[in-house]
């Protein structure tokens, strides 16, 4: 009701955690919690369109994926946490094939749940946790531009099959921002990165330059 109050088109609706079980309470593998039903969200998403407002699922797919530790052997599939930057912070190992599967399951039962125009990836600051110091990154011989590449490849066709456009956020391909963490940024990894999505940006002392 606020939104519409304010003449808001359109909003994210987190759905994942920074760390404890997921706002999402997932059946394809057991990293959801009980507090919000399927049912409730469901309502939350038609309520927003019922006043003009396109609700978009927020939920970290690659980044910040540290919720899949509640589940049994979900942490093997998560890149080492040792001296990370930001304490608890994981990311999934992308050079691994089975976590592409994963992931990409758990956003399909998101999309199939709430049926969304839009989904929103996040991929901010990627670099607070390890991309490409497991074995599987280290065979590839990959940089963390990689890592981010093939994530946002393989998830761009998978949405893109579904009729749903993906939202990221901008901070990683940022040279001014977080993309001078990387090893590419800017131009030279808009390159590799997909055409169809939306790209959010944001800086961290709120401007908008």
């Known amino acids: 009701d606020v939104a519409f109050l304010l003449r808001v088109n359109k909003m994210l609706v987190p759905l994942d955690s920074f760390g404890g079980p997921t706002r999402f309470p997932f059946e394809c593998y057991p990293i959801g919690g009980t507090r919000t039903t399927k049912a409730e969200l469901v309502e939350l998403f038609e309520y927003a369109r019922a006043r003009g407002i396109e609700p978009i699922p927020y939920f970290a797919s690659w980044g910040r994926v540290q919720y899949l530790k509640v589940a049994p052997g979900m942490v093997d599939l998560l890149v080492d946490d040792e001296d990370v930057l930001q304490g608890g912070y994981r990311n999934l190992d992308v050079a691994r094939p089975e976590t592409h599967e994963v992931m990409l399951k758990l956003q399909e039962e998101?999309?199939?749940?709430?049926?969304?125009?839009?989904?929103?990836?996040?991929?901010?600051?990627?670099?607070?946790?390890?991309?490409?110091?497991?074995?599987?990154?280290k065979a590839r011989g990959w940089k963390p531009s990689d890592w981010f590449v093939e994530?946002?490849?393989?998830?761009?066709?998978?949405?893109?099959?579904?009729?749903?456009?993906?939202?990221?956020?901008?901070?990683?391909?940022?040279?001014?921002?977080?993309?001078?963490?990387?090893?590419?940024?800017?131009?030279?990894?808009?390159a590799r990165l997909p055409k169809d999505m939306a790209i959010l940006d944001w800086k961290y002392d709120g401007s908008h330059e």
């Open 110 to 137: 998101i999309i199939e749940t709430l049926h969304p125009e839009s989904f929103c990836i996040a991929m901010d600051e990627a670099h607070y946790g390890h991309m490409v110091t497991s074995p599987a990154a």
């Open 151 to 190: 994530a946002l490849n393989v998830n761009a066709e998978s949405l893109r099959a579904k009729g749903v456009r993906m939202y990221i956020w901008g901070d990683m391909i940022d040279p001014g921002q977080n993309g001078r963490q990387m090893d590419m940024s800017g131009p030279e990894l808009l």
